[in-house]
């Protein structure tokens, strides 16, 4: 008989940043939050929400992220990652109102998917991504116009990451580059340098918005080197980059990172090793490289939940990525020893604003008759982000 292991909850770290309120612009762990979470919701509350996404049945399609709190996860029809989920809204066109319990740009995201008929809603509007917002489409236009000065932007491809804008998708659409995840990194890449002479020739990539993800895909899965790689900085003239570095680089990296992902190190890595002889450590690839480069195993979000799905029942797993899901995962799989890979915690603050409060709220009013916090994307951003999202969904083992 299998014992049901036990997961130990992380302790809050109480030198954690408030969100909006501090920044350490010299740290990779960004903006984090700081405090207890909201307390769970009351009887009545999950009433409520049952009764309202009763009342709307086939005219919405409710979306959770797997990031997102239990309590919003037992109302949406499917759960996944952020391409996942747009796929699945794209695949409803029957579904008058499009929920979608994640972040701002998946909302987009599932805006430019859907019908022109179709409404997307996203219950709190102020649920963005700390990563998404660190690419301005002011700064990624300044950015070409440097490469341009430069003499490379001809030989380069820019490839933006989902966790983007919908205008910094456009732009990507407008300049004949792509779309990527976290599972498809390696593809789209390999598809825009062969826009250039490929891996093996001079042309370049500008990555956005997320470092870690390119830089790792490349050395990793790429064969390219670290010092092929640079990273542009857009509160520096110039990216703080010089037209030789620019010249000489295969991966322009923007300078930008996942709040969460980014706290893990390699003294995580170490730790959970010597405490836990025989631990796997499987990570997102949106972790340093030092991190990705000290773990057993590295995958998207979906990658993380296959993998535990098939794990040799009484293995132990140390887990790098937002503390949700490991917790989902660790109850699902008693048969398994799942450990969080840092000692203390942050969720991830903006996909935590969408709480059942919020859903609630978003579903009562829609069976009201009030279409609230929708999010619409500008219609020629729209296009664009649509030509470069479709350039994506044609790349091979999509």
């Given at each position: 008989?299998?014992?049901?292991a036990?997961?130990?909850?992380?302790?809050?770290?109480?030198?954690?940043?408030?969100?909006?309120?501090?920044v350490?612009?010299?740290?990779?762990?960004?903006?984090?939050c700081?405090?207890?979470?909201?307390?769970?919701?009351?009887?009545g509350?999950?009433?409520?929400a049952?009764?309202a996404?009763?009342?709307?049945?086939?005219?919405?399609?409710?979306?959770?992220?797997?990031?997102?709190?239990?309590?919003v996860?037992?109302?949406?029809d499917?759960?996944?990652?952020?391409?996942?989920?747009?796929?699945?809204?794209?695949?409803?066109?029957?579904?008058?109102?499009?929920?979608?319990?994640?972040?701002?740009?998946?909302?987009?995201?599932?805006?430019?998917?859907t019908?022109?008929d179709?409404?997307?809603?996203?219950?709190?509007l102020?649920?963005?991504?700390?990563?998404?917002?660190?690419?301005a489409i002011?700064?990624?236009?300044?950015?070409?116009d440097?490469?341009?000065?430069?003499?490379?932007?001809?030989?380069?491809?820019?490839?933006?990451?989902?966790?983007?804008?919908?205008?910094?998708?456009?732009?990507?659409?407008?300049?004949?580059?792509?779309?990527?995840?976290?599972?498809?990194a390696q593809v789209a890449?390999?598809?825009?340098?062969?826009r250039?002479?490929?891996?093996?020739?001079?042309?370049?990539v500008?990555?956005?918005?997320?470092?870690?993800?390119?830089?790792?895909?490349?050395?990793?899965?790429l064969?390219?080197g670290?010092d092929?790689?640079?990273?542009?900085?857009?509160?520096?003239?110039?990216?703080?980059?010089?037209?030789?570095?620019?010249?000489?680089?295969?991966?322009?990296?923007?300078?930008?990172?996942?709040?969460?992902h980014?706290?893990?190190?390699?003294?995580?890595?170490?730790?959970?090793?010597a405490?836990?002889?025989g631990?796997?450590?499987?990570?997102?690839?949106?972790?340093?490289?030092?991190?990705?480069?000290?773990?057993?195993?590295?995958?998207?979000t979906?990658?993380?939940?296959?993998?535990?799905?098939?794990?040799?029942?009484?293995?132990?797993?140390?887990?790098?990525?937002?503390?949700?899901?490991?917790?989902r995962?660790?109850?699902?799989?008693?048969?398994?020893?799942?450990?969080?890979l840092?000692?203390?915690v942050?969720?991830?603050?903006?996909?935590?604003?969408?709480?059942?409060?919020?859903?609630?709220?978003a579903?009562e009013?829609?069976?009201e008759g009030?279409?609230?916090?929708?999010?619409?994307?500008?219609?020629?951003?729209?296009h664009?982000?649509r030509?470069?999202?479709d350039?994506?969904?044609?790349?091979p083992?999509?």
């Amino acid at each position: 008989m299998t014992t049901p292991a036990t997961f130990t909850e992380p302790a809050p770290s109480g030198a954690l940043l408030l969100l909006g309120q501090g920044v350490d612009l010299a740290s990779e762990r960004g903006v984090d939050c700081v405090g207890a979470l909201p307390a769970a919701s009351d009887p009545g509350l999950v009433e409520r929400a049952r009764v309202a996404r009763a009342a709307l049945g086939d005219r919405a399609f409710v979306l959770g992220h797997h990031y997102q709190r239990d309590e919003v996860i037992a109302f949406a029809d499917v759960t996944g990652d952020s391409f996942k989920l747009a796929r699945e809204a794209a695949a409803r066109p029957e579904a008058e109102f499009i929920v979608f319990c994640g972040v701002h740009f998946m909302a987009e995201s599932a805006d430019v998917l859907t019908g022109a008929d179709q409404a997307v809603v996203l219950p709190d509007l102020a649920a963005g991504c700390s990563m998404a917002d660190m690419a301005a489409i002011a700064q990624v236009e300044e950015a070409w116009d440097v490469l341009t000065d430069a003499g490379v932007a001809g030989r380069t491809v820019p490839v933006t990451y989902m966790n983007s804008s919908a205008a910094i998708k456009a732009f990507t659409g407008r300049h004949g580059g792509t779309v990527c995840t976290s599972s498809n990194a390696q593809v789209a890449l390999r598809w825009a340098f062969e826009r250039t002479g490929g891996v093996a020739g001079d042309g370049k990539v500008l990555f956005m918005p997320d470092q870690h993800l390119g830089r790792n895909t490349a050395v990793q899965q790429l064969g390219l080197g670290l010092d092929d790689c640079v990273v542009y900085d857009p509160r520096k003239p110039g990216g703080g980059l010089s037209e030789r570095q620019l010249a000489d680089a295969r991966m322009i990296l923007w300078r930008g990172h996942c709040s969460v992902h980014g706290r893990f190190s390699a003294a995580n890595v170490a730790a959970i090793r010597a405490a836990v002889p025989g631990v796997t450590v499987l990570v997102h690839p949106e972790c340093t490289h030092e991190v990705v480069t000290a773990a057993d195993m590295v995958g998207s979000t979906e990658y993380i939940v296959r993998a535990l799905d098939a794990a040799e029942p009484g293995s132990s797993w140390a887990i790098g990525t937002e503390l949700n899901l490991v917790r989902r995962l660790a109850a699902a799989h008693p048969e398994l020893t799942v450990h969080y890979l840092d000692a203390t915690v942050c969720f991830c603050s903006t996909m935590n604003r969408i709480d059942l409060p919020h859903l609630v709220w978003a579903m009562e009013s829609l069976v009201e008759g009030r279409l609230v916090n929708r999010v619409v994307v500008d219609p020629d951003d729209a296009h664009w982000a649509r030509v470069a999202l479709d350039q994506m969904l044609a790349l091979p083992g999509i």
